[in-house]
């Protein structure tokens, strides 16, 4: 899991003017409202990993999302953006479903930019307070050799590093067919931090693959 961090810094000459007022002589000034002012409860990625009969690895993936959204008019759903390649290879990527809690349909539209599929979750509606969103897609050729290592690897962000609110956790497994756990080295890594950065997690394993889950994971 990746957190990105943008630091604008403005050089220059700066003119300070200070004037004193009785603190009821004006009112506070409102914040603007805008749409990325909510929070994530919660973000879980399962990882489904296998070949197929070319040889080639496939994965289907299920994320929950769960947003916290104000309780008056502001959201009307979020933006889903996953990349379309993994370096210079396309994953073929294809969704699946779009759900709530309940297993209901959520409406949802596709747009391909700049590198990702765009998926907006939601109609025209506004929604309010704790809103669940269970996205399900395949991809292909999600494992790559890697000449540095030596080896075949999955090598995957899970929530992602464009994301303006933070997640109150972060929790991803990955869960092997028999013929890869049988393929398995040995090595295996997790990392945390924001963009550029290589901080370690801790990955356990489980009985089917591996897994992890983090406490607070910040916004950019």
Same mark, same amino acid.
């Given at each position: 899991? &990746?957190?990105?961090? &943008? ?5 220059g000459?700066?003119v ?11 009112a506070?000034?409102? &914040?603007p409202a805008?749409?990325? @002012? /909510?929070s994530?409860?919660?973000f ?5 990993? %296998? #070949?197929?009969?070319q040889g080639?690895a496939t994965t289907?993936? $299920?994320?929950? +999302? !769960?947003a916290?959204f ?8 979020? #933006?889903?953006a #996953?990349?379309?390649?993994d370096?210079e ?6 969704m699946?479903?779009? =759900? ?5 349909p !959520?409406?949802?539209?596709?747009? @391909?930019? %700049? ?8 109609? @025209?509606?506004f $929604?309010?307070?704790?809103? =669940?969103?269970?996205l399900?897609? =395949?991809?292909?050729d999600?494992?790559r050799h890697f ?6 690897e999955?090598?995957?962000? #899970?929530? *992602?590093? *464009?994301?303006g609110?933070? /997640?109150?956790?972060?929790t991803? %497994? ?5 013929? +890869?756990?049988a393929?398995?080295?040995?090595d295996?890594?997790c990392?945390?931090?924001?963009y ?6 801790v990955l356990? &394993?489980?009985?089917? *693959?591996?897994? $992890?889950?983090?406490? =607070?994971?910040g916004?950019y």
């Amino acid at each position: 899991m &990746r957190r990105m961090l &943008r630091v604008l810094a403005a050089l220059g000459a700066v003119v300070t003017l200070l004037f004193l007022l009785p603190s009821a002589a004006l009112a506070a000034p409102e &914040r603007p409202a805008d749409v990325s @002012d /909510f929070s994530f409860e919660s973000f879980t990625g399962e990882y489904h990993l %296998d #070949i197929d009969e070319q040889g080639r690895a496939t994965t289907r993936v $299920v994320e929950t +999302l !769960v947003a916290v959204f104000p309780e008056f008019d502001q959201n009307r759903g979020i #933006i889903r953006a #996953i990349p379309l390649r993994d370096g210079e290879v396309p994953l073929a990527l294809t969704m699946v479903s779009v =759900t709530d809690e309940n297993g209901d349909p !959520v409406y949802w539209e596709r747009n @391909d930019y %700049d590198g990702f599929a765009e998926f907006a979750l939601g109609t @025209d509606e506004f $929604v309010h307070g704790r809103t =669940t969103y269970v996205l399900e897609y =395949t991809m292909r050729d999600t494992i790559r050799h890697f000449s540095d290592s030596g080896g075949d690897e999955f090598y995957w962000d #899970i929530n *992602g590093d *464009g994301w303006g609110q933070e /997640f109150g956790t972060v929790t991803a %497994d990955v869960i092997l067919s028999d013929r +890869l756990a049988a393929a398995l080295t040995g090595d295996a890594s997790c990392y945390l931090g924001y963009y550029g950065e290589v901080g370690d997690c801790v990955l356990e &394993r489980t009985a089917d *693959g591996f897994g $992890v889950s983090l406490g =607070t994971v910040g916004s950019y």
